[in-house]
């Protein structure tokens, strides 16, 4: 079995460290004089991802700068042979694409007890939600950075938890005494993607991508297509959710770090995909039953690579998942530590 992903770094790295092939966007959030209407220079930066994604064409980089950037780019084109979009941090910048929201309208209920107005329905179908109960609910708030614990009904709220009160359209937190919420930070996840990628030849790189308001068999990070590469992100708390879900061809995923999303880790669908270098722990923090969960699933998948990854502290479900339709795929030199189901599980392949 011969499987080759060398050449395809090799291109995209000659391309990013070579300005002459295409243009080189800048996104800098914190810039005074960032606007989307700027050309997206050093000096004129874009203030959005999206706005910068908009104008990318085959061989265009984006760098983007620090800043907390609250939306949902989505790029629907592709790059090209030696002509890649790259989409990536700035040297020495570590940008996060944020989910979540602050909120600052609380109305007193009793004492450490406030709620807000909250209208989003269950993006999960009636029959997942029989079948899996309050697993499927991607509601998450965050005080000052801290997720709450989220309660099935509001005789369960107790301190630094939340119940989410369906029935009358509103969040309910509980804070300890005498923390009021005009004192703090309070986040609410409202968005359910990170990033969303349909295209070929695309870079994604230097990211940390955290609090979507995902649902079961969604990825906060969605991305799908041929000859791409994901590494060196960072993707945690996707609601109810993976963190991560890749599909397609030849395709690199590495030096990633996927941990603490509702449903598991990632999913993966493809052939030829190389996944190496990563960090996979504490996900299914939503405690999914044994029909999906744990630190991954991959499906229909021929002829991938997982090597030297690190599945860890995956108390609820199994590390690397290999379900139905897998062939002629490689799994070497990983890790695995603290499973609480199996480390690898074969099941209908």
Known sequence: MRIRFAGLTILLLTVILNPGFAKVY?????????????PGTSREPFKTITRAMSTMVAGDTVLISNGIYRETPV??????????IVIMAEPGSNPVIRGSDVVTHWEYETPGVYSTPWSQSPLASK?????????VYGEQVFVNDQLLKHVHIAEELEENAFFSDRENSKIIIHLPLPTRPE????????????????GDYIVISGFKMERAYATVQKGGFLISGNNWIVEKNDFSFSG???GATFTGTDGIVRNNNIHHNGQMGFSLVGRRILFEHNQIHHNNTNEYPAWEQGGSKVANSVECIFRQNNFYDELYGPGLWL???NYRNIIE?????????????IEIS
């Open 26 to 38: 800048v996104v800098s959030q914190n810039h005074p004089e960032a606007n989307d209407k700027n």
């Open 75 to 84: 790029l629907a084109h592709s790059g090209a042979p030696g002509k890649p």
């Open 127 to 135: 029959d997942r939600i029989k079948q899996l109960g309050f697993a």
């Open 183 to 198: 004192n703090i930070n309070i986040e609410i996840s409202t968005r359910t993607n990170w990033l969303d990628i349909k």
């Open 240 to 242: 109810g959710g993976r």
């Open 323 to 325: 379900d139905i339709d």
């Open 333 to 345: 030199q990983n890790t695995f530590d603290n499973i609480g189901f199996a480390a690898i599980m």
